[in-house]
């Protein structure tokens, strides 16, 4: 049984079913498909399993000379795409909720310090942005007119923010959080995430929480939160060639 729901686990399997299957083995399975978009051309998925799922379009796969049978390997994989000068952007981990922690998500109340924002904070917004950096605010992608927003406040001044948005047409909740720095250290992040987490799943969603891999502070917001990762998710990057 998948520690996951059906939205999580549908949504993910259907990214990478393609139309037609040129590898399958215990360890790779690579799908091509045609109706990609070109800044997509190219994804793999690692489940927390160590299993690796891959889709691509046929044009890429020509291009590469990808050839079908079960004997491709990851590396083999990312040696055609390397030489074919096609670069993967740097891998996110993508964090959901699994189901037995979601009862207990359910059962808090937040702090009174923290609580939904609306337009009504929009000056306690702007100073908060202004206070962050500019790479801050560009990681986090926090805005105060997305789907939800949720804050907390010290002394009367918003120091924590996250805000999600429906993801790719799907019930998926995409999370962006950002503390400012003075305020670090003090639960804040990991409170307001269960906060805007447990409003998306009381309106139907999925919360979902994407950050780099290599980032030590985001990744251990995310399990301190009490998500769970799902897998690591690579697409292809900007600078590749066409």
């Known amino acids: 049984m998948s520690l996951f729901s059906r939205t999580i686990e549908s949504f993910w399997q259907d990214a990478f079913r393609g139309s037609d299957v040129l590898c399958r083995n215990d360890a790779l399975t690579v799908a091509l498909d045609p109706g990609l978009d070109e800044d997509r051309r190219v994804m793999l998925l ?21 050839d079908r049978g079960p004997d491709l390997t990851e590396a083999g994989l990312r040696q055609k795409l390397h ?19 979601k009862q207990a998500l359910l059962q808090e109340t937040p702090p009174a310090a923290l609580r939904r924002l609306s337009g009504a904070d929009e000056a306690a917004f702007a100073a908060f ?9 560009d990681d986090a992608y926090v805005e105060l007119d997305h789907w939800a927003v949720f804050g907390a406040f010290e002394q009367d001044c918003l120091v924590c923010a996250a805000s999600m948005y429906p993801w790719a047409g799907q019930r998926i909740a995409d999370t962006g959080v950002l503390t400012l720095p003075p305020a670090r250290g003090r639960g804040h992040a990991r409170r307001v995430v269960r906060a805007i987490g447990r409003h998306a799943c009381n309106q139907g969603y999925e919360p979902q929480y994407r950050c780099q891999t290599d980032n030590r502070a985001s990744v251990a917001l995310a399990r301190a939160a009490g998500l769970t990762l799902f897998a690591s998710w690579e697409v292809v990057s900007p600078d590749s060639a066409e």
């Not at 690692?46 to 990808?66: M, N, Q, Y």
């Not at 030489?83 to 922690?101: C, K, P, R, W």
């Not at 942005?129 to 605010?137: G, P, R, V, Y």
């Open 46 to 66: 690692r489940a927390a399993d160590g299993k690796v799922r891959a889709v691509l379009t046929p044009a890429l796969a020509d291009k590469i000379r990808l």
């Open 83 to 101: 030489d074919g000068g096609i670069q993967l952007h740097g891998a996110d981990y993508v964090f959901h909720f699994a189901e037995a922690d």
């Open 129 to 137: 942005q202004s206070a962050a950096s500019e790479q801050d605010l």
